[in-house]
């Protein structure tokens, strides 16, 4: 069983994610960004059609070529020696160091304690009728899952085939596909974990929202 | 009790004031506010008698400074009257001018659109012991006193939709229509139907309906105003103003604020003085042809003699137009001349039948046309020495004389002995073809077909790359001068795609701006396609000698102008040619981007129309390639707003005449031409990667608050929405061009 507030203890010693920044290709690197602790941001708009900040330029061929910010946070440290210099693809430039939001940190939590149960296939996915009517009536956490269980459908191409759930069992917890949307493989569909720990879950996840204070 | 009411509307009347002249400092309304504050501290100390009396010589005051404040107004306090709330609107003036009228398509905010309100009306009027109704089709925008589900009178485009839809019924019940213009500006979302291409749709319409059409502007706001103005007859409130661009909008783009950025008053109100935009101004530069005067600084729903005055102005002007069309109106025509003061009673007491018969249909058209085709004659510049202009006159002449003996007197026996002849050629196909048919059977019998061996070996075999079958000769005859550069370029789209960086020699050169991997058009230079295009040597340049200028005298424009003028060799931001595409004869208008953003004012307009009446008399095909265009050129106002419903009469003409008019977009278009003469064209076609629309991405998030995804105007989304017919690679616009004109459009074309 894991300790859930361990985790979160462990995320709150560092309540952050470094993020380095690497040459995406060849070229001469001028640093717009001149001093560590400058803050950056992430590209913005209801697009995101705002780049971000602007950390450096690449020129190659006499092309010069930006390198935005893609998260937003403070610049941790700069790579100042290769100012100016011409560098390989994949040198170490910058790193960025991301403050986690409460989104993030529960996310974290989450993706520890919980047993994801991932898309096998691109499809859409519904929960049998029998599953799906508790879902809608008592939310997620009313539903007990086994493994073998038959839980879900899945519909591709106007063909459905059943699909059972592998993994503890445990009650489900979050549920991360939408109704009638194409769920790519690999994606996570449900979250499940012990049922003794349901309560605990959720009580380190009401803390983070309370009390995590967002720095981005 | 009456005091009491009296006062609180003296208190209406200076918060008005207050309105109108906004921050301003004003001595006169210190005063009305001093004197309403007096009266109140001595109010309840005073007899009935007394305070009636105090009251009265209050309102005289009123009267008095209100009539002295409206000697005042700047062109940004008559924005601000226009804009007020309080301010007369179409369901007053449907209230009060007409006898009776019955609201069609809507009902409050229960309607496709409630800022385009539609009624069929009509005005009772006496002959004798008769009395007429003579019905009209009112149509206009309606504010609604601030109602929000009016949206300010910014109307949608299937508003405008349903104004076009109404006129054509009036035209079918053959009753006048009377628009009453009052709107800040379209509403610029791209949704089916558009508001670029169904403001086009309406000027194309409008320049050929067959009744009279009375205008009356109190607030005309850029394309959203021309969307109902184009009619015979235009009257304007003296309070109102008609405009290219808000004085905010031309303050944002003089002093080149980005979004959000707040713009100084004071550069606004400048704006509002610079941009010509007040009753007088219009009146004076001939886009209005009367002024309705209203009450002291502004007409509003209480101002019941305003609405006579309107009434008989309105009862005037349709008189007019139906005069100037009429078989017999002599007497009638001489009472009612433009430069007489006739007394409203005596325009409404002469029986004028508002009805119209085909011959006098076709006199309206034709003197409709000419109304506009004679307006912003002198808002350009025209450099050619006289001789020049008395060559290019009695060329036109000639021209119009062969074009009559060739296409119309002589053509027309052509196309009747050529008739008769296929008749008589088909006929005897047949019974050859039965005749022959038994001796061919035999023919074929005699023995089996032989190939020529050589031409079976080409058929068969693979391409020898020796022989140079892969070498590809491109074959441009211009080259970008960016092929010279010697740098890599990246492709925006490399992140979707994945594109690596591209040389420039070859991107800009054995390319032409094209990425090889996923396809995206870097904007080309203009003369990329003139060279490229078209038949070599074949581009003849005519009326170059026009030139843009500054009509209005916008203060620092001059400089402008003559550094475009400079950097590009051009005088304005329209060239037109006389070419050939294989061999084809074609006139060619092109708006090029790098003069003044290709915006278009009276010189480009004027230089459309002349092209147009060019391959009109030499039935020519016409081909509209636009490099780029931001629309219409806001520092020549009116001059250049205007051009919108000029040239798109100039093209209705054109295509009438059974003329091909093809619309070639490139790079970015919008706004006023693409509202116009250019989204009026059946023959809409991209460049691939163009952007085609309205308004931009910062003008849409500044009036309407929405955001709009970045590729919300790119080509292939105005051809998902209908708004163009094709999307051409640029490589390919030669052989497009040369298919389109075997294929498509045009009875008169002279290869046809």
Redesign the interface.
């Known amino acids: 069983m894991i300790d859930v507030k361990s985790v979160l203890e462990e995320i709150k010693a560092a309540p952050y994610e470094e993020i380095e920044i690497k040459a995406p290709h060849t070229g001469v690197v001028t640093f717009e960004v001149k001093e560590t602790g400058v803050r950056a941001v992430a590209p913005s ?3 995101l ?1 705002k780049p971000g900040t602007l950390l450096a330029s690449i020129t ?4 010069v ?1 930006p390198l935005h910010a893609m998260v937003s946070g403070e610049v941790a440290t700069i790579h100042l020696e290769h100012s100016g210099a011409f560098v390989e693809a994949g040198t170490p430039l910058l790193v960025l160091r991301h403050y986690l939001t409460k989104d993030e940190v529960v996310a974290a939590i989450l993706r520890r304690v919980l047993h994801l149960f991932c898309a096998p296939e691109r499809a859409k996915y519904y929960f049998i009728p029998s599953v799906d009517i508790k879902v809608k009536a008592g939310g997620c956490r009313a539903v007990t899952v086994k493994p073998g269980m038959e839980l879900f459908i899945v519909s591709r191409m106007k063909r459905e085939k059943p699909l059972a759930y592998d993994g503890p069992e445990g009650i489900i917890y979050a549920v991360y596909f939408q109704h009638d949307d194409n769920v790519e493989a690999g994606q996570a569909l449900i979250g499940v974990c012990p049922e003794n720990q349901t309560g605990l879950i959720q009580d380190v996840v009401n803390r983070v929202h309370s009390d995590w204070e967002e720095r981005n | 009790m009456d005091t009491e009411k009296r006062i609180a509307e003296l208190s209406e009347r200076l918060g008005y004031i207050r309105d109108i002249f906004g921050s301003r400092e004003n001595a006169n309304i210190t005063l009305l506010t001093s004197k309403l504050h007096e009266f109140g501290e001595r109010e309840p100390l005073a007899s009935p008698q007394e305070a009636a009396r105090l009251v009265q010589q209050l309102e005289d005051l009123f009267v008095f400074l209100e009539k002295k404040l409206d000697a005042e107004l700047s062109a940004m306090d008559v924005v601000r009257i226009v804009r007020h709330p309080h301010r007369v609107s179409l369901k007053d003036i449907l209230e009060n001018v007409y006898d009776n009228y019955t609201e069609i398509g809507g009902q409050d905010e229960y309607s496709i659109d409630p800022g385009m309100l539609i009624a069929r009306a009509y005005i009772t009027r006496r002959r004798g012991d008769k009395v007429h109704h003579q019905p009209v089709m009112v149509i206009g925008q309606e504010k609604g006193h601030g109602q929000e589900f009016r949206n300010g009178g910014s109307v949608k485009p299937w508003g405008n939709a349903k104004a076009l839809q109404y006129m054509k019924v009036a035209e079918t019940e053959k009753i006048p229509i009377h628009t009453f213009v009052s709107t800040p500006g379209a509403f610029p979302v791209e949704d089916y139907p558009g508001a670029a291409q169904q403001i086009a749709r309406n000027l194309y319409e409008m320049a050929g309906l067959k009744v009279p059409v009375v205008s009356v502007i109190s607030e005309g706001g850029s394309g959203g105003a021309e969307a109902i103005g184009l009619s015979d007859a235009r009257l304007m409130f003296s309070h109102g103003y008609y405009s290219v661009i808000s004085p905010e909008g031309a303050a944002a783009i003089e002093a080149g604020t980005r979004q959000g950025q707040r713009v100084p008053p004071e550069l606004i109100t400048a704006c509002a003085e610079r941009l010509k935009m007040t009753a007088r101004d219009n009146l004076s530069m001939g886009y209005v042809d009367r002024i309705i005067q209203e009450p002291h600084l502004g007409a509003r729903p209480y101002h019941y003699d305003f609405f006579k005055t309107l009434r008989q102005e309105i009862i005037r002007a349709t008189d007019q137009v139906f005069l100037s069309i009429a078989g017999m109106k002599f007497f009638r025509a001489m009472a009612l001349g433009r430069h007489k003061d006739v007394s409203p009673a005596d325009a409404e007491n002469m029986y004028v039948r508002w009805t119209v018969d085909e011959a006098a249909a076709e006199r309206l058209l034709w003197r409709r046309y000419r109304k506009y085709r004679c307006m912003a004659e002198n808002a350009f510049v025209d450099s050619r020495s006289p001789t020049k202009r008395l060559y290019a006159n009695v060329q036109g002449v000639v021209w119009s004389g062969y074009s009559f003996l060739r296409y119309d007197f002589l053509g027309k026996q052509e196309k009747r002995l050529s008739k008769a002849l296929g008749e008589v050629e088909g006929e005897l196909r047949v019974v050859v073809d039965k005749m022959s048919g038994s001796l061919r059977k035999m023919t074929r019998r005699s023995g089996p077909a032989v190939c020529d061996a050589e031409k079976s070996r080409m058929l068969t075999e693979l391409s020898q790359p020796e022989l140079g079958a892969c070498l590809e000769d491109w074959g441009w005859s211009y080259i970008s001068p960016r092929a010279r550069e010697d740098r890599a370029v990246t492709c925006p789209n490399m992140k979707q795609s994945g594109c690596p960086d591209l040389w420039a020699p070859d991107l800009f050169g054995d390319f032409a701006g094209v990425c090889s991997h996923c396809g995206h058009h870097f904007p080309m230079e203009y003369q990329w396609y003139l060279h490229n295009v078209f038949d070599p040597d074949s581009l003849h340049e005519f009326n170059a000698e026009i030139e843009a200028g500054n009509p209005l005298d916008y203060p620092g424009f001059v400089d402008k102008l003559e550094e475009a003028k400079k950097k590009t060799g051009r005088k304005s931001s329209c060239l037109t040619y006389e070419s050939r595409i294989d061999g084809k004869k074609i006139v060619v208008a092109v708006l090029i981007a790098p003069f003044r953003g290709g915006t278009v004012g009276a010189a480009e307009g004027e230089k459309f129309i002349r092209a147009l009446a060019r391959a009109r008399k030499r039935h020519y095909p016409f081909l509209a390639y636009v490099h780029g265009t931001a629309g219409i050129r806001i520092q020549e106002s009116l001059n250049g707003l205007i051009q919108m419903p000029r040239v798109t009469m100039a093209v209705r003409r054109y295509i009438e005449a059974g003329g091909l008019y093809l619309v070639l977009y490139d790079t970015n278009s919008y706004a006023g031409p693409v509202a116009s003469f250019l989204g009026c064209s059946p023959y809409q076609f991209a460049i691939r990667s163009s952007n085609i629309g309205f308004a931009g991405p910062g003008v849409i998030k500044e009036t309407t608050g929405i955001d709009i995804p970045p590729n919300y105007h790119n080509a292939y989304q105005a051809l998902t929405r209908g708004h163009v017919q094709g999307i051409w690679d640029r490589r390919e616009v030669r052989k497009n061009l040369k298919n389109a004109l075997l294929t498509i459009g045009g009875r008169n074309l002279y290869y046809r």
């Not at chain 1, 190659?60 to 092309?63: G, L």
Request: hydrophobic share 10%; charged share 55%.
């Open positions: 708009g209801a697009y059609e190659r061929e006499r092309n070529k």
